[in-house]
């Protein structure tokens, strides 16, 4: 049973271009949520996505973008990144089931660099 | 790998003691936390969670502690490992529709051999 996978695992960019990252969520969940994660903090939610529309979004600019896939994978887009963006981006996916709260699961990220 | 825990708090313990980590939530709302255990280059890997309608949640090796009163949480973790050795974070969330967890700053534990 494949986990959350992310790609790539590492990249580098420079100021004020495009990135695009993706995930592919644990086998039989729906929804997929981005995080961003700074050197020394703990992650911080950028949105989220279920039934391929952007369901929750967190306080970040609308240079942070998404997308989701019929087949429940999904893309983080940014654009015109700037060197604050450098960050550790982080992919969880999980089952909505109503009322419950269930288990959020994380893939390894993507280290994106900005030069 | 890149470090995530450069400026967080740390606890430093004795391999085969016992851990306990702390963690103060902010949102009364929140009925669902949870703890993730992150090594240095990797994502977040879940340990264990516990509902709002429980106080106390045991796994292998670690036990879940929650206060709603006081909104705080605890991870004790038995007879500590050097494999135990990362930044643990405690999440709160709100069960019920959409998934979405809030991140508390993280603790380093640090296991001496």
């Known amino acids: 049973d494949a986990g959350v996978t992310q790609s790539p695992t590492h990249l580098i960019k420079t100021r004020g271009q495009q990135v695009t990252l993706r995930c592919s969520p644990k086998s039989g969940h729906d929804t997929v949520s981005w995080y961003q994660q700074a050197l020394g903090q703990g992650p911080q939610f950028i949105f989220q996505?279920?039934?391929?529309?952007?369901?929750q979004r967190g306080n970040f600019p609308d240079r942070f973008s998404g997308h989701q896939f019929p087949n429940y994978s999904s893309e983080l887009n940014v654009n015109a990144l700037l060197l604050g963006d450098s960050a550790l981006y982080l992919c969880?996916?999980?089952?909505?089931?109503?009322?419950?709260?269930?288990?959020?699961?994380f893939g390894e990220g993507s280290w994106l660099t900005v030069v | 790998g890149e470090s995530v825990g450069l400026h967080l708090p740390t606890l430093s313990v004795q391999e085969g003691d016992n851990s306990i980590i702390n963690c103060a939530y902010s949102n009364s709302a929140s009925d669902y936390f949870i703890w993730y255990k992150q090594e240095s280059g990797k994502g977040p890997q879940f340990i264990i969670d516990?509902?709002?309608?429980?106080d106390k949640r045991q796994g292998q090796r670690v036990t879940v502690l929650l206060n709603k009163t006081v909104k705080h949480l605890s991870l004790q973790i038995a007879a500590t490992q050097p494999g135990d050795s990362a930044v643990y974070f405690c999440?709160?969330?709100?069960?019920?529709?959409?998934?979405?967890?809030?991140f508390g700053i993280g603790t380093k534990l640090q296991v001496i051999p």
């Open positions: 516990i509902r709002s309608n429980m």
């Open positions: 996505y279920y039934e391929e529309e952007e369901r």
């Open positions: 969880a996916s999980s089952l909505v089931l109503g009322n419950s709260g269930n288990t959020i699961y």
């Open positions: 999440a709160e969330g709100i069960s019920g529709g959409y998934q979405k967890v809030t």
